[in-house]
Protein backbone atom coordinates (compact mmCIF):
# COMPACT_ATOMS: atom_id res chain seq x y z
CA UNK A 1 0.00 0.00 0.00
CA UNK A 2 2.80 2.35 0.97
CA UNK A 3 4.89 1.35 -2.41
CA UNK A 4 1.17 2.50 -4.05
CA UNK A 5 1.02 5.58 -2.32
CA UNK A 6 4.71 6.68 -3.17
CA UNK A 7 4.01 5.67 -6.79
CA UNK A 8 1.24 7.92 -7.21
CA UNK A 9 3.10 10.60 -5.30
CA UNK A 10 5.93 10.18 -7.84
CA UNK A 11 3.73 10.38 -10.92
CA UNK A 12 1.76 13.22 -9.44
CA UNK A 13 4.84 15.03 -9.40
CA UNK A 14 5.91 14.17 -12.63
CA UNK A 15 2.98 15.48 -14.11
CA UNK A 16 3.30 18.85 -12.40
CA UNK A 17 6.82 18.74 -13.77
CA UNK A 18 5.36 18.20 -17.23
CA UNK A 19 2.78 20.82 -16.95
CA UNK A 20 4.87 23.60 -15.20
CA UNK A 21 5.10 25.81 -18.31
CA UNK A 22 3.17 28.81 -19.73
CA UNK A 23 4.26 29.18 -23.77
CA UNK A 24 5.40 26.83 -26.37
CA UNK A 25 7.65 27.92 -29.12
CA UNK A 26 8.54 26.02 -32.47
CA UNK A 27 11.32 27.93 -33.30
CA UNK A 28 13.77 26.69 -36.16
CA UNK A 29 14.48 22.94 -35.71
CA UNK A 30 13.30 23.07 -32.02
CA UNK A 31 10.60 23.07 -29.77
CA UNK A 32 11.11 25.34 -26.49
CA UNK A 33 9.23 25.71 -23.18
CA UNK A 34 8.81 29.05 -21.10
CA UNK A 35 8.24 29.91 -18.02
CA UNK A 36 7.88 33.25 -16.16
CA UNK A 37 9.61 34.81 -19.13
CA UNK A 38 12.53 32.22 -18.82
CA UNK A 39 13.28 29.36 -21.22
CA UNK A 40 12.91 25.86 -18.91
CA UNK A 41 13.61 23.09 -21.11
CA UNK A 42 13.38 22.07 -25.04
CA UNK A 43 12.40 19.05 -26.76
CA UNK A 44 14.90 16.68 -26.87
CA UNK A 45 14.89 15.62 -31.00
CA UNK A 46 16.35 18.15 -33.12
CA UNK A 47 14.12 18.77 -37.00
CA UNK A 48 14.89 20.49 -39.69
CA UNK A 49 11.82 23.81 -39.93
CA UNK A 50 8.98 23.69 -37.73
CA UNK A 51 6.05 26.03 -38.34
CA UNK A 52 2.60 25.28 -37.00
CA UNK A 53 1.75 24.59 -33.65
CA UNK A 54 -0.68 23.17 -31.28
CA UNK A 55 -2.04 21.69 -28.08
CA UNK A 56 -4.53 18.95 -27.02
CA UNK A 57 -5.11 19.79 -23.38
CA UNK A 58 -6.63 16.67 -22.54
CA UNK A 59 -3.56 14.17 -23.53
CA UNK A 60 -1.04 16.80 -22.95
CA UNK A 61 0.37 16.46 -26.13
CA UNK A 62 1.61 18.98 -28.80
CA UNK A 63 1.10 18.81 -32.66
CA UNK A 64 3.60 20.18 -35.29
CA UNK A 65 4.75 21.00 -38.54
CA UNK A 66 7.94 20.40 -40.22
CA UNK A 67 7.98 21.46 -43.41
CA UNK A 68 11.27 20.24 -44.82
CA UNK A 69 11.11 16.56 -43.13
CA UNK A 70 11.86 13.87 -45.81
CA UNK A 71 9.27 11.68 -44.83
CA UNK A 72 6.13 13.63 -42.85
CA UNK A 73 4.68 16.82 -42.56
CA UNK A 74 3.02 16.47 -39.20
CA UNK A 75 4.15 15.16 -36.20
CA UNK A 76 2.79 14.46 -32.79
CA UNK A 77 4.79 14.90 -29.16
CA UNK A 78 3.61 13.27 -25.62
CA UNK A 79 5.07 15.54 -23.13
CA UNK A 80 4.56 13.03 -20.81
CA UNK A 81 6.87 10.49 -21.95
CA UNK A 82 8.39 12.90 -25.10
CA UNK A 83 7.48 10.34 -27.54
CA UNK A 84 7.75 11.39 -30.98
CA UNK A 85 4.94 9.97 -33.68
CA UNK A 86 4.68 10.88 -37.50
CA UNK A 87 0.93 11.66 -38.61
CA UNK A 88 0.77 12.54 -41.95
CA UNK A 89 3.03 12.29 -44.71
CA UNK A 90 4.03 15.02 -46.88
CA UNK A 91 2.68 16.38 -50.20
CA UNK A 92 5.45 17.44 -52.20
CA UNK A 93 3.37 21.32 -52.94
CA UNK A 94 1.97 21.50 -49.71
CA UNK A 95 1.89 24.54 -47.85
CA UNK A 96 0.80 24.16 -44.26
CA UNK A 97 -0.16 27.06 -42.30
CA UNK A 98 -2.85 25.63 -39.45
CA UNK A 99 -3.41 23.01 -36.91
CA UNK A 100 -6.27 22.22 -34.65
CA UNK A 101 -7.13 18.61 -32.97
CA UNK A 102 -10.82 17.89 -31.30
CA UNK A 103 -9.84 15.15 -28.66
CA UNK A 104 -13.45 14.12 -28.25
CA UNK A 105 -13.26 12.76 -31.65
CA UNK A 106 -9.78 12.34 -32.23
CA UNK A 107 -9.80 14.52 -36.03
CA UNK A 108 -6.64 16.57 -36.50
CA UNK A 109 -7.23 19.40 -38.99
CA UNK A 110 -5.32 21.43 -40.86
CA UNK A 111 -5.33 24.14 -43.99
CA UNK A 112 -3.50 24.51 -46.93
CA UNK A 113 -2.97 27.99 -48.27
CA UNK A 114 -1.38 26.19 -51.80
CA UNK A 115 -3.69 23.59 -52.05
CA UNK A 116 -6.66 25.98 -50.62
CA UNK A 117 -8.12 23.41 -49.03
CA UNK A 118 -8.53 21.96 -45.53
CA UNK A 119 -7.84 18.57 -44.78
CA UNK A 120 -8.10 16.31 -41.78
CA UNK A 121 -7.27 12.32 -40.44
CA UNK A 122 -8.88 10.82 -37.29
CA UNK A 123 -6.58 9.02 -34.82
CA UNK A 124 -8.61 7.12 -33.78
CA UNK A 125 -8.26 3.35 -33.35
CA UNK A 126 -8.38 1.19 -36.94
CA UNK A 127 -9.17 4.90 -38.85
CA UNK A 128 -9.72 4.60 -42.61
CA UNK A 129 -7.19 7.59 -43.38
CA UNK A 130 -5.92 8.83 -46.49
CA UNK A 131 -1.52 8.68 -45.89
CA UNK A 132 -1.65 12.35 -47.05
CA UNK A 133 -5.02 13.46 -45.25
CA UNK A 134 -8.39 13.70 -46.46
CA UNK A 135 -10.19 16.68 -48.06
CA UNK A 136 -12.51 18.34 -46.49
CA UNK A 137 -13.17 21.88 -48.05
CA UNK A 138 -11.90 23.11 -51.47
CA UNK A 139 -12.07 26.63 -51.98
CA UNK A 140 -11.74 28.33 -55.29
CA UNK A 141 -11.13 31.88 -54.01
CA UNK A 142 -10.44 31.50 -50.46
CA UNK A 143 -6.47 31.02 -48.63
CA UNK A 144 -7.13 29.68 -45.75
CA UNK A 145 -4.68 30.41 -42.79
CA UNK A 146 -5.35 29.48 -39.48
CA UNK A 147 -7.84 27.24 -37.74
CA UNK A 148 -9.38 26.38 -34.80
CA UNK A 149 -11.77 23.68 -32.99
CA UNK A 150 -14.83 24.25 -30.71
CA UNK A 151 -15.16 20.99 -29.20
CA UNK A 152 -18.10 21.24 -27.11
CA UNK A 153 -20.29 22.48 -29.77
CA UNK A 154 -18.58 20.34 -32.83
CA UNK A 155 -17.40 23.22 -35.18
CA UNK A 156 -14.44 24.46 -37.10
CA UNK A 157 -13.35 27.94 -37.68
CA UNK A 158 -10.86 29.39 -40.15
CA UNK A 159 -9.07 32.33 -41.46
CA UNK A 160 -9.44 33.25 -45.03
CA UNK A 161 -6.70 36.12 -45.84
CA UNK A 162 -7.46 36.66 -49.59
CA UNK A 163 -7.02 40.21 -49.49
CA UNK A 164 -9.85 41.23 -51.93
CA UNK A 165 -12.52 39.12 -49.69
CA UNK A 166 -11.03 38.48 -46.39
CA UNK A 167 -13.20 36.82 -44.02
CA UNK A 168 -13.65 34.48 -40.54
CA UNK A 169 -15.70 31.40 -41.35
CA UNK A 170 -16.86 28.05 -39.35
CA UNK A 171 -18.32 24.70 -40.65
CA UNK A 172 -19.01 21.51 -38.89
CA UNK A 173 -16.69 18.54 -38.58
CA UNK A 174 -18.30 16.83 -41.63
CA UNK A 175 -17.94 20.25 -43.74
CA UNK A 176 -21.58 20.65 -43.35
CA UNK A 177 -22.84 24.39 -42.46
CA UNK A 178 -20.55 26.36 -44.36
CA UNK A 179 -20.91 29.97 -42.80
CA UNK A 180 -19.12 33.83 -42.86
CA UNK A 181 -19.41 34.93 -39.33
CA UNK A 182 -16.79 37.77 -39.94
CA UNK A 183 -16.36 40.03 -43.13
CA UNK A 184 -16.80 43.74 -42.17
CA UNK A 185 -13.77 45.45 -40.84
CA UNK A 186 -11.37 43.12 -41.70
CA UNK A 187 -8.11 42.96 -43.62
CA UNK A 188 -5.95 39.97 -43.22
CA UNK A 189 -6.92 38.02 -40.01
CA UNK A 190 -3.68 35.94 -39.96
CA UNK A 191 -4.15 33.68 -36.84
CA UNK A 192 -7.67 33.07 -34.42
CA UNK A 193 -8.51 30.75 -31.26
CA UNK A 194 -11.56 29.63 -29.21
CA UNK A 195 -12.19 30.21 -25.41
CA UNK A 196 -14.67 27.16 -24.53
CA UNK A 197 -14.52 29.10 -21.25
CA UNK A 198 -16.04 32.32 -22.06
CA UNK A 199 -17.52 31.19 -25.83
CA UNK A 200 -15.14 34.03 -27.30
CA UNK A 201 -13.09 33.76 -30.69
CA UNK A 202 -9.51 35.59 -30.34
CA UNK A 203 -7.89 36.82 -33.45
CA UNK A 204 -5.22 38.56 -34.89
CA UNK A 205 -6.05 40.87 -37.99
CA UNK A 206 -2.53 42.55 -39.46
CA UNK A 207 -4.14 45.32 -41.06
CA UNK A 208 -2.99 47.53 -44.19
CA UNK A 209 0.27 49.17 -43.85
CA UNK A 210 1.89 49.09 -40.08
CA UNK A 211 -0.88 48.80 -38.27
CA UNK A 212 -2.08 45.55 -36.46
CA UNK A 213 -5.37 44.76 -34.00
CA UNK A 214 -6.50 41.98 -31.84
CA UNK A 215 -10.41 41.52 -31.66
CA UNK A 216 -12.76 39.43 -29.98
CA UNK A 217 -16.42 38.20 -30.61
CA UNK A 218 -19.27 35.38 -29.57
CA UNK A 219 -19.05 32.22 -31.61
CA UNK A 220 -21.56 33.47 -33.74
CA UNK A 221 -19.13 36.65 -34.81
CA UNK A 222 -21.27 39.04 -33.06
CA UNK A 223 -20.60 41.81 -30.12
CA UNK A 224 -17.05 42.61 -31.83
CA UNK A 225 -14.33 44.11 -29.29
CA UNK A 226 -11.13 45.51 -30.33
CA UNK A 227 -8.57 44.67 -26.71
CA UNK A 228 -5.59 46.19 -29.03
CA UNK A 229 -4.64 48.32 -31.59
CA UNK A 230 -1.20 49.17 -32.27
CA UNK A 231 1.39 49.87 -34.90
CA UNK A 232 5.17 48.46 -36.66
CA UNK A 233 4.44 44.70 -35.08
CA UNK A 234 4.05 42.11 -37.74
CA UNK A 235 1.63 39.84 -36.19
CA UNK A 236 2.07 35.72 -37.16
CA UNK A 237 0.29 33.54 -34.66
CA UNK A 238 -1.98 34.10 -31.42
CA UNK A 239 -2.96 31.54 -28.49
CA UNK A 240 -4.60 32.21 -25.50
CA UNK A 241 -4.56 30.89 -21.92
CA UNK A 242 -6.88 31.42 -18.83
CA UNK A 243 -6.44 34.86 -18.52
CA UNK A 244 -4.10 36.15 -21.11
CA UNK A 245 -3.45 36.53 -24.56
CA UNK A 246 -0.26 35.49 -26.72
CA UNK A 247 0.96 36.47 -29.74
CA UNK A 248 4.08 36.22 -32.11
CA UNK A 249 5.66 39.43 -33.42
CA UNK A 250 7.68 39.09 -36.49
CA UNK A 251 8.51 42.93 -36.79
CA UNK A 252 10.65 42.28 -33.00
CA UNK A 253 11.11 39.02 -33.19
CA UNK A 254 9.58 39.46 -29.83
CA UNK A 255 6.54 37.11 -27.74
CA UNK A 256 4.08 39.73 -26.25
CA UNK A 257 1.45 39.44 -24.19
CA UNK A 258 -1.81 41.27 -22.93
CA UNK A 259 -4.29 40.35 -20.44
CA UNK A 260 -7.88 39.04 -21.70
CA UNK A 261 -9.39 42.10 -19.70
CA UNK A 262 -7.39 44.69 -21.17
CA UNK A 263 -8.62 48.09 -20.98
CA UNK A 264 -8.16 50.08 -24.23
CA UNK A 265 -4.84 52.19 -22.81
CA UNK A 266 -2.95 49.11 -21.79
CA UNK A 267 0.60 48.38 -23.06
CA UNK A 268 1.05 44.78 -24.25
CA UNK A 269 4.41 43.34 -22.41
CA UNK A 270 7.38 41.46 -23.74
CA UNK A 271 7.58 38.00 -23.15
CA UNK A 272 10.44 36.18 -25.17
CA UNK A 273 13.17 38.13 -27.41
CA UNK A 274 14.77 36.42 -30.00
CA UNK A 275 17.90 37.70 -31.21
CA UNK A 276 19.82 36.13 -33.77
CA UNK A 277 17.78 33.80 -34.13
CA UNK A 278 15.84 31.82 -36.64
CA UNK A 279 12.09 33.03 -37.37
CA UNK A 280 8.89 31.66 -34.73
CA UNK A 281 5.82 30.56 -36.19
CA UNK A 282 3.66 28.51 -33.50
CA UNK A 283 3.18 29.41 -30.33
CA UNK A 284 0.52 27.36 -27.82
CA UNK A 285 -0.32 28.08 -23.81
CA UNK A 286 -0.53 25.57 -21.27
CA UNK A 287 -4.18 25.93 -21.02
CA UNK A 288 -5.47 23.45 -18.68
CA UNK A 289 -8.54 21.44 -19.72
CA UNK A 290 -9.89 21.70 -16.36
CA UNK A 291 -10.21 25.47 -16.44
CA UNK A 292 -11.30 25.46 -20.26
CA UNK A 293 -14.71 23.47 -19.50
CA UNK A 294 -15.13 23.73 -15.37
CA UNK A 295 -18.54 24.74 -15.11
CA UNK A 296 -19.29 25.49 -18.71
CA UNK A 297 -22.67 24.01 -19.96
CA UNK A 298 -22.34 22.40 -23.27
CA UNK A 299 -19.39 20.55 -22.52
CA UNK A 300 -19.81 16.99 -21.09
CA UNK A 301 -18.30 15.06 -24.06
CA UNK A 302 -15.41 16.75 -23.16
CA UNK A 303 -15.34 16.28 -19.60
CA UNK A 304 -16.31 12.81 -20.20
CA UNK A 305 -12.85 12.38 -22.52
CA UNK A 306 -10.65 14.24 -19.68
CA UNK A 307 -12.04 11.67 -17.42
CA UNK A 308 -10.93 8.85 -19.97
CA UNK A 309 -8.05 9.75 -21.70
CA UNK A 310 -7.32 6.32 -22.57
CA UNK A 311 -9.12 7.04 -25.61
CA UNK A 312 -6.00 7.77 -28.10
CA UNK A 313 -3.78 6.83 -25.58
CA UNK A 314 -0.42 6.14 -27.48
CA UNK A 315 -1.65 6.99 -31.34
CA UNK A 316 -1.02 3.70 -32.34
CA UNK A 317 -3.28 3.99 -34.88
CA UNK A 318 -0.85 5.57 -37.58
CA UNK A 319 2.45 4.80 -37.90
CA UNK A 320 5.26 5.35 -40.86
CA UNK A 321 7.50 2.54 -41.55
CA UNK A 322 11.17 3.58 -42.28
CA UNK A 323 10.34 1.64 -46.08
CA UNK A 324 6.70 2.48 -45.80
CA UNK A 325 7.71 6.14 -45.44
CA UNK A 326 10.34 5.89 -48.55
CA UNK A 327 8.85 8.54 -51.31
CA UNK A 328 10.49 10.35 -53.88
CA UNK A 329 9.82 14.43 -54.13
CA UNK A 330 11.00 14.75 -57.63
CA UNK A 331 11.67 11.17 -59.12
CA UNK A 332 10.20 7.98 -58.73
CA UNK A 333 10.47 4.86 -56.55
CA UNK A 334 12.31 1.48 -57.68
CA UNK A 335 11.41 -1.64 -55.76
CA UNK A 336 10.69 0.96 -52.75
CA UNK A 337 14.37 1.11 -51.95
CA UNK A 338 15.58 3.55 -53.95
CA UNK A 339 15.00 6.76 -55.95
CA UNK A 340 15.31 7.36 -59.72
CA UNK A 341 15.41 11.16 -59.60
CA UNK A 342 13.86 13.41 -62.76
CA UNK A 343 15.80 15.53 -64.28
CA UNK A 344 17.32 18.53 -62.49
CA UNK A 345 17.55 17.00 -58.56
CA UNK A 346 19.10 14.86 -56.67
CA UNK A 347 19.95 13.08 -53.46
CA UNK A 348 17.93 10.08 -51.62
CA UNK A 349 15.06 11.26 -51.92
CA UNK A 350 15.12 13.70 -55.06
CA UNK A 351 14.61 16.55 -52.77
CA UNK A 352 17.55 18.64 -53.88
CA UNK A 353 17.68 20.91 -56.66
CA UNK A 354 20.87 21.38 -59.49
CA UNK A 355 20.03 24.90 -59.41
CA UNK A 356 19.70 25.38 -55.64
CA UNK A 357 22.07 28.68 -55.03
CA UNK A 358 23.76 27.71 -58.36
CA UNK A 359 23.40 30.81 -59.81
CA UNK A 360 25.07 33.95 -57.66
CA UNK A 361 23.54 36.92 -59.75
CA UNK A 362 20.91 34.79 -62.23
CA UNK A 363 18.16 32.95 -62.95
CA UNK A 364 18.87 29.00 -63.22
CA UNK A 365 17.33 26.34 -65.12
CA UNK A 366 18.26 23.05 -66.27
CA UNK A 367 19.87 22.67 -69.96
CA UNK A 368 19.20 19.58 -72.16
CA UNK A 369 21.87 17.89 -71.00
CA UNK A 370 20.67 17.48 -67.29
CA UNK A 371 22.89 20.11 -65.98
CA UNK A 372 22.27 23.73 -64.27
CA UNK A 373 22.56 26.73 -66.29
CA UNK A 374 22.45 30.29 -65.51
CA UNK A 375 21.09 33.30 -67.17
CA UNK A 376 22.60 36.95 -65.80
CA UNK A 377 21.19 39.36 -64.21
CA UNK A 378 22.38 42.88 -66.24
CA UNK A 379 25.76 43.51 -65.39
CA UNK A 380 26.77 39.94 -64.14
CA UNK A 381 28.41 37.31 -66.04
CA UNK A 382 30.48 33.75 -65.77
CA UNK A 383 29.45 30.23 -65.67
CA UNK A 384 27.43 30.90 -62.15
CA UNK A 385 26.92 34.29 -62.52
CA UNK A 386 29.55 35.20 -60.00
CA UNK A 387 31.85 37.99 -62.10
CA UNK A 388 30.52 41.84 -62.07
CA UNK A 389 31.35 43.04 -65.59
CA UNK A 390 32.88 46.48 -63.64
CA UNK A 391 34.83 45.03 -60.77
CA UNK A 392 38.65 46.76 -61.65
CA UNK A 393 37.03 47.91 -64.77
CA UNK A 394 37.88 51.82 -64.67
CA UNK A 395 41.40 52.74 -63.50
CA UNK A 396 42.52 55.60 -61.95
CA UNK A 397 39.74 55.90 -59.82
CA UNK A 398 37.66 56.52 -62.71
CA UNK A 399 33.62 55.73 -62.31
CA UNK A 400 32.01 52.16 -64.11
CA UNK A 401 28.35 52.36 -65.43
CA UNK A 402 26.28 50.28 -67.42
CA UNK A 403 25.01 51.30 -71.04
CA UNK A 404 22.38 50.13 -72.63
CA UNK A 405 23.82 47.01 -73.93
CA UNK A 406 25.03 46.46 -70.58
CA UNK A 407 28.29 46.65 -72.07
CA UNK A 408 30.97 48.42 -68.61
CA UNK A 409 31.48 52.53 -69.47
CA UNK A 410 34.20 54.65 -67.66
CA UNK A 411 33.64 57.96 -66.56
CA UNK A 412 37.21 59.56 -66.07
CA UNK A 413 38.69 61.76 -63.23
CA UNK A 414 39.45 65.38 -65.20
CA UNK A 415 43.03 64.54 -65.63
CA UNK A 416 42.54 60.93 -67.13
CA UNK A 417 40.80 59.47 -70.69
CA UNK A 418 40.49 56.31 -72.74
CA UNK A 419 38.22 54.09 -72.59
CA UNK A 420 39.44 52.83 -69.20
CA UNK A 421 40.63 55.88 -68.01
CA UNK A 422 43.82 54.71 -68.71
CA UNK A 423 45.47 57.85 -70.56
CA UNK A 424 47.59 61.02 -68.86
CA UNK A 425 45.50 63.99 -70.77
CA UNK A 426 48.79 65.68 -73.05
CA UNK A 427 49.64 68.85 -71.57
CA UNK A 428 48.67 71.60 -74.97
CA UNK A 429 49.69 75.30 -75.10
CA UNK A 430 47.54 77.57 -76.74
CA UNK A 431 48.83 78.77 -80.63
CA UNK A 432 47.73 82.39 -82.32
CA UNK A 433 45.89 82.44 -85.17
CA UNK A 434 44.86 84.63 -87.55
CA UNK A 435 41.12 83.88 -88.17
CA UNK A 436 38.68 85.02 -86.50
CA UNK A 437 35.82 82.64 -84.82
CA UNK A 438 32.49 83.26 -83.38
CA UNK A 439 30.21 81.15 -80.83
CA UNK A 440 27.96 79.80 -84.19
CA UNK A 441 31.40 77.51 -84.93
CA UNK A 442 31.85 76.06 -81.76
CA UNK A 443 30.29 74.00 -79.24
CA UNK A 444 30.26 73.57 -75.22
CA UNK A 445 32.10 71.01 -73.51
CA UNK A 446 33.20 70.23 -69.95
CA UNK A 447 35.91 69.16 -67.59
CA UNK A 448 35.57 66.75 -64.59
CA UNK A 449 35.55 69.87 -62.57
CA UNK A 450 31.98 71.16 -63.89
CA UNK A 451 33.48 74.33 -65.84
CA UNK A 452 32.33 75.16 -69.28
CA UNK A 453 34.46 76.61 -72.62
CA UNK A 454 33.81 77.00 -75.43
CA UNK A 455 35.61 74.95 -77.90
CA UNK A 456 35.83 75.78 -81.87
CA UNK A 457 34.88 73.53 -84.04
CA UNK A 458 36.01 75.14 -87.07
CA UNK A 459 39.88 75.11 -86.15
CA UNK A 460 40.45 78.56 -84.92
CA UNK A 461 40.29 80.48 -81.86
CA UNK A 462 38.00 83.36 -81.50
CA UNK A 463 40.37 86.80 -81.31
CA UNK A 464 37.64 89.44 -81.22
CA UNK A 465 35.19 90.15 -78.64
CA UNK A 466 32.49 92.97 -79.59
CA UNK A 467 32.29 94.14 -75.52
CA UNK A 468 35.09 92.86 -74.07
CA UNK A 469 37.75 94.75 -76.52
CA UNK A 470 36.64 97.68 -77.29
CA UNK A 471 36.37 98.69 -73.62
CA UNK A 472 39.86 97.14 -73.11
CA UNK A 473 41.02 99.60 -76.52
CA UNK A 474 39.08 102.62 -74.42
CA UNK A 475 40.70 101.93 -71.11
CA UNK A 476 43.78 101.93 -72.23
CA UNK A 477 43.67 104.71 -74.04
CA UNK A 478 42.37 107.24 -71.16
CA UNK A 479 45.20 105.68 -68.93
CA UNK A 480 48.04 106.76 -71.29
CA UNK A 481 46.55 110.57 -71.96
CA UNK A 482 46.19 110.34 -67.57
CA UNK A 483 50.13 109.35 -68.16
CA UNK A 484 50.96 112.12 -70.37
CA UNK A 485 49.36 115.12 -68.24
CA UNK A 486 51.12 113.37 -64.93
CA UNK A 487 54.10 113.90 -66.76
CA UNK A 488 53.76 117.36 -68.49
CA UNK A 489 52.44 118.57 -64.72
CA UNK A 490 55.74 117.05 -62.61
CA UNK A 491 57.52 118.67 -65.00
CA UNK A 492 56.20 122.66 -64.66
CA UNK A 493 56.45 121.76 -60.95
CA UNK A 494 59.94 121.07 -60.84
CA UNK A 495 60.69 123.70 -63.13
CA UNK A 496 59.07 126.49 -60.68
CA UNK A 497 60.91 124.74 -57.99
CA UNK A 498 64.40 125.72 -59.70
CA UNK A 499 63.74 129.77 -59.92
CA UNK A 500 65.10 132.21 -56.82
CA UNK A 501 62.14 133.78 -55.39
CA UNK A 502 63.89 136.48 -53.44
CA UNK A 503 61.77 138.41 -51.32
CA UNK A 504 62.92 141.66 -49.58
CA UNK A 505 61.18 144.09 -47.94
CA UNK A 506 61.61 147.68 -47.57
CA UNK A 507 60.67 150.04 -45.56
CA UNK A 508 60.17 153.51 -47.01
CA UNK A 509 59.43 156.45 -44.71
CA UNK A 510 57.36 158.86 -46.96
CA UNK A 511 57.57 162.74 -45.17
CA UNK A 512 57.67 164.45 -48.90
CA UNK A 513 55.03 166.26 -50.44
CA UNK A 514 54.86 164.39 -53.53
CA UNK A 515 54.66 161.04 -51.66
CA UNK A 516 51.42 161.40 -49.78
CA UNK A 517 49.44 159.90 -52.03
CA UNK A 518 50.90 156.63 -51.17
CA UNK A 519 50.68 154.69 -48.00
CA UNK A 520 52.65 155.18 -45.45
CA UNK A 521 54.71 152.02 -46.02
CA UNK A 522 54.97 149.51 -48.79
CA UNK A 523 56.53 146.32 -49.80
CA UNK A 524 58.67 145.80 -53.20
CA UNK A 525 59.41 142.18 -54.59
CA UNK A 526 62.89 142.44 -56.29
CA UNK A 527 62.02 140.23 -59.13
CA UNK A 528 59.25 142.53 -60.15
CA UNK A 529 61.16 145.69 -59.39
CA UNK A 530 63.39 144.27 -61.90
CA UNK A 531 60.76 144.72 -64.48
CA UNK A 532 60.24 148.08 -64.09
CA UNK A 533 62.37 151.77 -64.47
CA UNK A 534 62.71 153.91 -61.48
CA UNK A 535 59.86 156.14 -61.84
CA UNK A 536 57.19 152.94 -61.82
CA UNK A 537 58.62 152.00 -58.57
CA UNK A 538 55.88 152.98 -56.17
CA UNK A 539 58.25 153.08 -53.20
CA UNK A 540 61.02 155.47 -55.08
CA UNK A 541 62.33 157.85 -52.81
CA UNK A 542 65.26 160.02 -53.08
CA UNK A 543 68.28 158.90 -51.46
CA UNK A 544 68.56 161.42 -48.71
CA UNK A 545 65.74 161.05 -47.56
CA UNK A 546 65.94 157.24 -46.61
CA UNK A 547 66.47 156.51 -42.91
CA UNK A 548 69.83 156.36 -41.64
CA UNK A 549 69.15 153.40 -40.42
CA UNK A 550 68.89 151.44 -43.26
CA UNK A 551 71.84 153.21 -44.28
CA UNK A 552 73.90 151.94 -40.88
CA UNK A 553 72.30 148.53 -41.57
CA UNK A 554 74.16 145.26 -40.90
CA UNK A 555 76.57 144.21 -43.62
CA UNK A 556 73.82 141.52 -44.27
CA UNK A 557 71.65 144.02 -45.63
CA UNK A 558 74.30 145.29 -48.66
CA UNK A 559 72.15 143.76 -51.23
CA UNK A 560 68.80 145.82 -50.20
CA UNK A 561 71.06 149.13 -49.90
CA UNK A 562 72.40 148.15 -53.54
CA UNK A 563 68.97 148.00 -54.59
CA UNK A 564 67.69 151.11 -53.55
CA UNK A 565 70.52 152.86 -54.65
CA UNK A 566 70.45 151.23 -58.09
CA UNK A 567 66.68 152.48 -58.11
CA UNK A 568 67.72 155.96 -57.32
CA UNK A 569 70.95 156.48 -59.78
CA UNK A 570 69.75 154.87 -62.67
CA UNK A 571 72.52 156.78 -64.50
CA UNK A 572 74.77 154.86 -63.25
CA UNK A 573 73.95 151.90 -65.49
Known sequence: MCNIQCLLAVSALFVGLVNSWDIAITAGDQIEFYTNETKTSEAGLRFRDLSALAYDAVHNMLLFVDKQNDN??????????????????????????????????????????????????????????????????????????????????????????????????????????????????????????????????????????????????????????????????????????????????????????????????????EIVNFVDRSPFVG??????????????????????????????????????????????????????????????????????????NYCLEGDCSIGTDGNPQCRCNKGFSGARCQLNVCDNHCLNNGYCSLDSKAEPVCHCPGDYEGARCETLKPITTLQPETCNCTKQNAVFLSDGANEIHYVDVTGCDSSWDAVRDPVIMVLGIVCGLLCITSTVLCTKVMKLKKRPRIKKRIIVNKNVTPMTARPDQCEITIENCCNMNICETPCFEPRSTIRPTLLDSKPGKEEKKNLISNMEYPEDY
Open 72 to 269: ASIFSYQLANKKYQSLVRRRSDENIQGLAFDPVKGLLFWTDANERSIFWISLKDRANNDPYGNLLLKMNDDIPRAIAVDSCRGYIYWTNINITRPTIERARFDGSERTVIVDKNIYSPVSIAVDLKTHKLYWLDDREGIHYSIETSDLEGKNRQTLLVGTHHRPNALTISNDAVYWIDWGYNTVWKIPKDARKDTEPK
Open 283 to 356: IVANYTIQDQINGVQGCENLVTIAENKSAINDLSTFKISPDEGLFCLHGEKLNGKACKCSQGYKGDRCDVSLCH
